[in-house]
């Protein structure tokens, strides 16, 4: 069920890319960094490892990127695609715990341009959807517990700079805050929130 709504996501998400392909449209790839904050950044907890934080400090992140200006506004639709890679590792007397998992992070939203011209920073507004894949944690190199992942829905605000490179060339360098599971998340279910460092090259 989660691949189906996964890909249902996808499919949503960059459709509209197909349909508005002609003027004022750019996409691209990039990559950046998704650090994580509160809870999830916590230090494992070796004496109960299913409880407290993961440890998640600054992971890696790959992504794609499409953007539509708006005519005669300063206004961009933008739709995003990041994969996240998730580990961490704690050691206490002599016994090491590895965590490992990854994040999925759908985006669409919009980008308010402040100031027109070749060097032009905007604001930024997202809906996210995340697709959390399996958790595993190994003692010691053997398996201690797996949990499946689970999907949720979230929000993200930031700000972010487009650099006219050439003409059909925009580096896109952004920093959001993004609350990745304000919607359908459980009672017991601690905040994983985000900083996404990120930088596209759009043509």
């Known amino acids: ?9 996808l499919v949503m998400v960059f ?3 197909s349909l508005v392909h002609a003027q004022g449209i750019k996409y691209g790839v990039g990559a950046g960094l998704n650090v994580f904050t ?31 200006s708006l005519p005669l506004m300063p206004l961009s639709i933008a739709a995003h695609l990041n994969y996240t890679m998730m580990s961490s590792s704690a050691e206490a007397l ?14 669409l939203g919009g ?11 905007y604001l930024a507004a997202d809906l996210l959807y995340n697709s959390n894949g399996k958790r595993e944690a190994k003692l010691n190199d053997q398996l201690l517990y797996e949990e499946d992942g689970e999907s949720r829905f979230g929000l993200g ?24 599971n304000v919607f359908g998340k459980e009672d017991d279910e601690i905040d994983v929130n985000t ?4 930088a596209f090259v759009l043509f």
């Open 38 to 68: 509160g809870d999830a950044a916590k230090a494992i907890n070796m004496t109960d490892p299913g409880s407290g934080g993961f440890g998640f400090t600054a992971e890696p992140a790959i992504g794609v990127k499409a953007k539509f």
């Open 94 to 107: 002599g016994n090491k715990l590895e965590i490992e998992t990854n994040m999925l992070t759908v985006g």
């Open 15 to 17: 459709a509209g890319v």
């Open 111 to 121: 980008e308010f341009s402040l100031i027109p011209g070749p060097l032009s920073p």
């Open 195 to 198: 900083i996404m460092i990120q």
């Open 1 to 9: 069920m989660r691949t189906r709504l996964t890909v249902l996501a």
């Open 157 to 180: 605000i930031g700000v972010g700079v487009t650099f006219s490179l050439l003409p059909m060339i925009d580096l896109d360098v952004s920093a959001k805050y993004n609350f990745n």
